[in-house]
């Protein structure tokens, strides 16, 4: 099996790298209905459930609303 050969313990499945897939692809700034649509899902909010947003995101969101506030 191709986890064994990776030396990986866990179990993977399929359905769990979709799930890392969405979160990278915003992570990288990607919008989410372009996420939607690599996917192939029909709803955005089938997308969202998909998507796990980290810590690193929520601080760039913030920090980016900060600047759009303070900074001219």
């Known amino acids: 099996m191709i986890l064994e050969l990776a030396e990986i313990d866990k179990d993977a ?3 769990d790298a979709r799930h890392i897939a ?3 692809l915003l992570e990288q700034g990607v919008d989410i209905r ?3 649509a690599v996917l192939g899902h029909s709803q955005l909010t089938t997308t969202k459930r ?5 810590e690193t995101l929520a601080s760039e969101a913030a920090a980016r609303m900060g600047r759009a506030l303070w900074d001219s």
Do not use: E, S
Not at 50 to 54: G, S, V
């Open 50 to 54: 998909y998507t796990h947003i980290m």
């Open 13 to 15: 499945r399929v359905h």
């Open 22 to 24: 969405a979160t990278l």
């Open 34 to 36: 372009v996420v939607q």
